[in-house]
């Protein structure tokens, strides 16, 4: 037999309107549909800290393999600009980043200086800071500025290295 609605089966009424619908907990709101049943409750999940690795310049080994030893998860940037980018999406607990004693910019030392004042509005993170001995004095400005957890001259000692991320 045929109705308005489509064709019947023996027994069963086929309507559909929107109060059938609503009482499936489906709604309409703001022009999207949403499950209107309760959410599962939320799983607690213990994230691995997250170590924000900056390599500009390198020449020194690749301490990932460290890094992971010690507990963190890595992420890479090749430069300032990208690790700023990057620090929008991530908070790391940790940053790791090389100073490069630039003579050329009028009102800072560095490049890292940019970072280190994105730096100082994230209270949990700590800077481990690799550098040149010629250039310590340099330094020595930046630190007086803003916080470090640690520098660290070349070449990098890895145990050095790894007491420093122990200690954050």
């Known amino acids: ?4 609605n489509g064709p019947e089966k023996h027994g069963e009424n086929r309507r559909f309107d929107h109060l059938s619908i609503a009482t499936r907990c489906l709604r309409l709101k703001h022009g999207f549909w949403y499950s209107c049943s309760p959410k599962p409750p939320e799983e607690t999940v213990i994230s691995t800290p997250v170590l924000l690795s900056i390599v500009e310049l390198g020449g020194y080994p690749d301490f990932s393999s460290l890094y992971r030893r010690c507990g963190f998860a890595v992420e890479t940037a090749d430069s300032m600009r990208k690790a700023t980018r990057l620090l929008k999406r991530i908070t790391p607990r940790v940053i790791v980043a090389e100073f490069n004693y630039q003579s050329d910019f009028r009102d800072r030392t560095s490049s890292l200086e940019t970072l280190m004042a994105v730096v100082q509005r994230l209270p949990d993170t700590r800077v481990i800071v690799f550098y040149e001995q010629e250039y310590r004095h340099q330094l020595e400005r930046l630190t007086s ?4 957890h ?6 990098i000692d890895e145990q050095a290295l790894e007491g420093a991320l122990r200690g954050v």
Do not use: G, K, Q, W
């Open 1 to 4: 037999m045929l109705s308005a």
């Open 150 to 155: 640690a520098e660290l001259p070349f070449p």
């Open 145 to 148: 500025r803003f916080p470090v």
